[in-house]
């Protein structure tokens, strides 16, 4: 079974810090995502990656940056935390190739910013 | 432009009974479609998708979806519902055919099994 791991369930941190999401896969996927959910609005991408050292920005990347630096390991960073930053965070991987595109997540990281 | 809806925010439905969650979708070219359950304070998971080939796909927890491409339909179903079915469900449809594999999600859809 495909396993994606994530740092944090809960995390709760302060208005201005620097705050880094983990994510890593167990099946040597190609593609990682990075998505935020929020009530009614579904799941929104922030930033996704087909390569190691490759990105590019979703619908939402204004306060974010990502990091992949290892063909397993995705990172979010939140530069500065902001309060409108609290959110579900949650990581996805999925392969390249035909028919085989369904993405996997990990269990979310609940983000508080306060 | 691609998109996919959902256009109820809650479905409820008593055990036993079958349900039906809706997916319309708007996009170029052949679609390829996906269907994710997330129970509370977790992730997403697959349910199944439609790539091609027969339009009634069967996927885990004993759902399954028909695809309809002349009403741009991709509706979950399951005969007779459990109150464990109770969830978020979302509809999902790939992004341009030289997109990298992206995603496009539909709001979600509440489903309330009552026993």
């Known amino acids: 079974d495909v396993k994606v791991t994530q740092s944090s369930r809960y995390l709760v941190k302060r208005t201005g810090e620097k705050v880094f999401l983990e994510c890593v896969q167990d099946?040597?996927?190609?593609?990682m995502f990075w998505y935020r959910q929020d009530p009614g609005l579904g799941l929104r991408l922030i930033y996704f990656?087909?390569?190691?050292?490759?990105?590019e920005k979703g619908d939402i990347p204004e306060g974010y940056s990502v990091s992949r630096e290892k063909k397993e390991r995705f990172s979010l960073i939140l530069e500065s935390a902001s309060t409108n930053q609290t959110s579900m965070y949650l990581c996805a991987s999925s392969e390249t190739g035909t028919g085989r595109v369904e993405q996997y997540f990990g269990p979310g990281t609940r983000l508080t910013v306060t | 432009a691609q998109s996919v809806a959902q256009p109820e925010d809650q479905v409820n439905v008593a055990e036993g009974n079958p349900l039906t969650v809706k997916c319309t979708y708007s996009v170029s070219g052949n679609p390829y479609l996906f269907w994710y359950v997330q129970y509370p304070n977790r992730g997403l998971q697959f349910l199944l998708k439609?790539?091609?080939?027969d339009n009634l796909v069967k996927g885990s927890y004993g759902f399954e979806a028909e695809f309809n491409k002349s009403q741009t339909s991709f509706h979950l179903k399951k005969p007779s519902a459990l109150v464990s079915d109770s969830a978020l469900y979302f509809c999902?449809?790939?992004?341009?055919?030289?997109?990298?594999?992206?995603?496009?999600w539909g709001a979600g859809t509440k489903l309330i099994i009552k026993p």
């Open positions: 990656s087909y390569d190691v050292k490759m990105k």
């Open positions: 099946m040597d996927h190609e593609n």
């Open positions: 999902a449809v790939r992004d341009r055919p030289d997109s990298n594999y992206q995603l496009i």
């Open positions: 439609y790539i091609t080939g």
